[in-house]
């Protein structure tokens, strides 16, 4: 498993980077899994943009599914981890 982060100012457009990344990598690598982390207020729009830059790459023309790319919110993430690593402490706030 790998994990990437792409940093960077507030004014660049690091979703084009990311997904065109993404979809590359995708290709390379058909059978992997891909987790998206985004951020919380985000989740959605983020999630519909990315299927649709997935789906342009693709060639899809009318409609575009894909089963190998989870888009994961912060919070979402962090209750998977819970479940999977149950050493994290119990908090009203995590």
């Known amino acids: 498993m790998s994990f990437q982060v792409?940093?960077?100012?507030a004014g660049c457009d690091h979703?084009?980077?990311?997904?065109?990344?993404?979809?590359?990598?995708?290709q390379q690598n058909p059978n992997d899994q891909f987790y998206y982390l985004v951020p919380n207020h985000i989740k959605f729009?983020?999630?519909?943009?990315?299927?649709?830059?997935?789906?342009q790459?693709?060639?899809?023309?009318?409609q575009y599914a894909q089963s190998q790319v989870q888009v994961f919110?912060?919070?979402a993430t962090s209750?998977?981890?819970?479940?999977?690593?149950?050493?994290?402490?119990?908090?009203?706030?995590f």
Do not use: C, M, W
């Open 15 to 26: 979703r084009q980077v990311l997904l065109e990344d993404l979809g590359a990598t995708l």
């Open 73 to 75: 919110f912060v919070y």
């Open 6 to 9: 792409i940093i960077g100012k």
């Open 57 to 62: 790459r693709a060639d899809a023309t009318d």
């Open 45 to 55: 729009e983020s999630e519909v943009f990315a299927l649709e830059k997935l789906a």
């Open 79 to 93: 209750l998977v981890l819970h479940e999977e690593y149950p050493v994290l402490p119990d908090s009203p706030n």
